[in-house]
């Protein structure tokens, strides 16, 4: 079974600060995906990294994708309270079906 | 990316009743799923919705409990039988692009059984 171990599952911090999330596994996966959710609405996709040792920036957010393709971080610089929300990343486990990893509900301060 | 109407938004059920919940995407598309997230939870994968045949539901799941149709490439519906309490969760319908198998998600079901 591949699962996705995501943590922290709580982050509470103060508006300026960075933060790191992880995503680990032990299965490999051709790519991974992270999430974005608020309240009363669906995931939206924040993007999907593909190849191993892969590094995404976006805007303030850094993902990036082990050397070995089973983990995976996502990086925010300089949170701000509209990066609440809760962070999900998300495997392929075949047939388009996804994985996901338990979530990590991020609260900033301000 | 794709455009996921679901309704209702949020509903209050007796247990024992049975809710549908419907899916409507802009476009169509091979591969539409139904998620569950129960309170302060991830996303658990509940079927796959095939069209024209009858949906693969995951471990756990089964076709009595959560019936599913998919009469085209475009709409599906999900129904949650036989309530209870424990049912109350968020419900999602997903589509997925075929490359990276990247996911499009509708708003969601809030669905609470009293």
């Known amino acids: 079974t591949q699962l996705l171990e995501q943590s922290p599952q709580f982050l509470s911090i103060q508006e300026g600060e960075n933060l790191t999330v992880y995503c680990n596994s032990s299965?490999?996966?051709?790519?991974l995906q992270w999430y974005r959710q608020e309240p009363g609405e669906g995931p939206v996709l924040l993007v999907t990294?593909?190849?191993?040792?892969e590094v995404k920036k976006l805007k303030r957010l850094t993902f990036q994708f082990g050397d070995a393709r089973k983990d995976s971080s996502l990086h925010i610089t300089a949170a701000q309270p509209g990066d609440t929300g809760l962070y999900l990343c998300?495997?392929?486990?075949?047939?388009?079906?996804?994985?996901f990893g338990q979530g990590t509900r991020l609260t900033i301060n301000p | 990316s794709a455009v996921i109407s679901q309704k209702p938004s949020r509903d209050i059920c007796q247990r024992g009743t049975s809710l549908t919940i419907q899916c409507q995407v802009d476009?169509?598309?091979?591969?539409m799923f139904w998620y569950r997230q129960q309170p302060g939870q991830s996303l658990t994968l509940i079927a796959t919705?095939?069209?024209?045949?009858?949906?693969?539901?995951e471990s756990g799941f089964v076709i009595d409990k959560f019936p599913i149709s998919r009469p085209n490439l475009t709409f599906s519906t999900l129904t949650v039988s036989n309530m209870s309490p424990e049912d109350s969760s968020i419900y999602l319908c997903?589509?997925?692009?075929?490359?990276?198998?990247?996911?499009?998600f509708g708003q969601g079901t809030r669905l609470t059984v009293v």
């Open positions: 997903s589509v997925s692009r075929t490359v990276n198998t990247e996911a499009f």
């Open positions: 299965s490999v996966f051709s790519s």
């Open positions: 990294v593909v190849t191993g040792g």
């Open positions: 998300a495997g392929e486990r075949g047939a388009q079906k996804l994985v």
């Open positions: 476009s169509q598309v091979t591969m």
């Open positions: 919705a095939n069209q024209g045949s009858e949906a693969t539901y």
